[in-house]
């Protein structure tokens, strides 16, 4: 079955994102306390950003949001989410969550997961044509200004890749935080994560792909892959994509061929799996869309995206666990 976005999962997913990205509790933060003051609630201390359990799946569910209401204007929730974003995206807010960010304690907050998320919301807003996404893009900018500055002076010191299947991916973040710096043509931080990218994963051969571990919700081996197509022209990348997995065509590593089994969706770790489904096939898609139509990998890959989204796209909501992110993972995955 080939599943495809249209406006009727659209509008789920948007209701699925209205319903928790200004939901406060439950609520798990990521927070240092310097002091008795800093004894404060989600909204005190990220008043965009409050919602959706934690930040960084606030920060997503807006793009899921913002995406949508370009993507498809017409939408039954175009209002709610126009409501929701314009009374959140004001420059005060963005001003308390700057100085959330210039804390001491703060240097190392929500890296690299949230700070490439707020890059790819930035990047998306960017190309929004309305008067409402500029007015929205134009707030949002100083705190997108402030995460790309923390890329060009972290990447520096970064002298190793993570390859967990888990927040702390760095391709994963390099993927995301390279639309942003492709919108806006940064002249310092485009090129700082291409040679990133190609420092830490360039000569990678023979991937393994031993995956999945218990909370994985990216795929380690095919998130390097996707960074790797946004990185690499078209024939550099369909070269370096052989050695890295020589057995695609074939359906191998199997590993990726087969989707998470997910037993116990109330289980927030657990639940990551579902999330490891579908950005599993949102990499399958993506990967199979840059090679040759005639390319045998190209229809195993699509074939897999299929399988994976069957096994998870019904379990986008019905619990809390999932329903606060995984409505994103699945808009990646049908959009690619």
Not at 60 to 74: A, I, N, Q, S, T
Not at 255 to 271: M, Q, Y
Request: charged share 20%; aromatic share 10%; with cysteine.
């Amino acid at each position: 079955m080939r599943h495809v976005l249209d406006a009727t999962i659209a509008s789920k997913l948007a209701r699925t994102a209205l319903g928790h990205v200004t939901r406060e509790y439950p609520n798990k933060l990521d927070h240092v306390l310097q002091g008795p003051e800093d004894l404060q609630g989600p909204r005190a201390l990220h008043p965009i950003f409050y919602g959706s359990f934690d930040w960084h799946s606030c920060v997503h569910g807006y793009w899921l949001l913002v995406h949508l209401h370009r993507r498809f204007p017409e939408l039954p929730e175009a209002e709610e989410i126009r409501a929701v974003v314009d009374a959140h995206f004001t420059p005060d807010n963005v001003a308390v969550e700057l100085a959330y960010l210039a804390r001491p304690s703060s240097k190392t907050f929500e890296r690299p997961y949230g700070w490439a998320w707020l890059l790819k919301l930035a990047a998306d807003l960017a190309q929004h044509r309305g008067a409402e996404g500029k007015r929205w893009h134009q707030t949002l900018a100083p705190l997108a200004d402030a995460f790309a500055e923390r890329f060009l002076d972290h990447l520096p010191q970064a002298a190793y890749p993570i390859r967990a299947g888990t927040h702390f991916n760095t391709a994963f973040a390099l993927a995301l935080a390279l639309e942003y710096a492709t919108v806006h043509l940064h002249p310092h931080l485009r090129p700082a994560l291409m040679d990133k990218a190609i420092a830490w994963y360039g000569a990678d051969l023979a991937c393994q792909a031993w995956e999945p571990s218990g909370d994985d919700f990216l795929s380690p081996t095919l998130i390097e892959a996707e960074c790797m197509r946004r990185v690499l022209p078209p024939d550099e990348f369909a070269a370096w994509l052989s050695g890295f997995l020589p057995h695609l065509a074939a359906g191998e590593p199997a590993t990726l061929f087969t989707p998470a089994r997910v037993t116990n969706r109330s289980d927030g770790k657990i639940a990551h799996l579902d999330g490891l489904n579908l950005s599993r096939a949102w990499c399958f898609r993506s990967l199979a869309a840059a090679l040759d139509d005639d390319d045998p990998r190209q229809a195993v890959m699509l074939a897999a995206a299929d399988t994976h989204l069957s096994a998870s796209l019904p379990h986008v909501t019905g619990d809390y666990m999932g329903e606060h992110w995984l409505a994103t993972y699945a808009l990646l995955a049908l959009g690619a």
